[in-house]
């Protein structure tokens, strides 16, 4: 199986246990590992029929959000989410007024936005696993457009395929910018015990591999928010961005945003 990312060879990396219990509907899972840029993907979880796929994660990711679950796995960081778009908007470096939350689950993040940060738009949501077509905050797949902020949070390491990628990338206007929420390291360890190894988790970007995916969308630069634990894709070029950037910085007496005027930023170089 080739890599999703550059189409290089792959080779085994390492076999994860898990417990097998109803929630999980994992036993076991094997991992590979791209050649080239570094992608590491679970070649037991991309042979899975979509039905079986679909209810693995519709099934974990309900019980993890239920408010009377108690759990131990780390959610994203809504709240630094929703505060990080409010920054990055009111300072103009994106613009808000047409939005989608690409797989945006039960709409956590624009319950946060709605409650804390009202005076900014609302995201659309488009989730292919758990869609609630009763609420009229969420579209299906045939009235998607082109919208100046896509934002994925916790989905690319669930990706399973190279047309959902681009699916995503198709959904961000000429002048728009891609928000990635995920795990994005310089080397993914060989350890069974690596703590983002989920059941659900089929798919772990690296550095290389992100930058190849940005090149190949037409991304110019990035920002990333550590708070937040999101990148910021833009197609635009940087112009005087970098100084709005610094400002905040200097504002916040900290620096909340990190800039690479000319790729990817390649942020964690290690754990």
Not at 58 to 64: A, D, E, K, P, V
Not at 100 to 123: Q, S, V
Not at 172 to 179: P, W
Request: charged share 20%; proline share 4%.
């Amino acid at each position: 199986m080739n890599c999703v990312i550059c189409n290089s060879k792959t080779n085994f990396y390492f076999t994860k246990e898990f417990s097998g219990d109803d929630r999980k509907m994992l036993n076991n899972s094997s991992y590979l590992k791209c050649c080239n840029c570094g992608f590491v993907f679970s070649e037991t979880i991309f042979n899975m029929d979509i039905s079986e796929f679909s209810k693995l994660n519709l099934n974990y990711h309900t019980y993890i959000e239920d408010p009377k679950t108690i759990s131990d796995v780390n959610q994203p960081p809504y709240i630094d989410q929703a505060l990080m778009l409010k920054v990055l908007h009111k300072n103009g470096l994106i613009d808000m007024s047409s939005s989608l939350d690409f797989a945006g689950g039960l709409g956590t993040l624009n319950k946060i936005l709605r409650k804390y940060f009202n005076d900014i738009p609302l995201f659309k949501i488009y989730d292919p696993y758990m869609q609630d077509l009763s609420n009229n905050i969420y579209v299906e797949k045939d009235q998607l457009k082109k919208y100046s902020v896509v934002f994925t949070s916790a989905f690319f390491e669930h990706i399973r395929d190279r047309s959902t990628l681009e699916e995503i990338n198709s959904c961000v206007a000429d002048d728009g910018v891609l928000v990635i929420h995920t795990l994005i390291c310089e080397n993914v360890p060989k350890d069974p015990n690596w703590f983002y190894l989920l059941p659900v988790h089929s798919a772990f970007h690296t550095n290389k591999s992100m930058g190849i995916l940005m090149e190949s969308w037409g991304y110019k630069w990035s920002i990333y928010c550590p708070k937040s634990k999101c990148w910021v894709l833009f197609k635009n070029g940087v112009g005087q961005k970098e100084n709005i950037i610094f400002r905040i910085n200097r504002e916040f007496q900290c620096k909340y945003l990190t800039v690479n005027p000319s790729g990817f930023v390649g942020y964690w170089k290690g754990f």
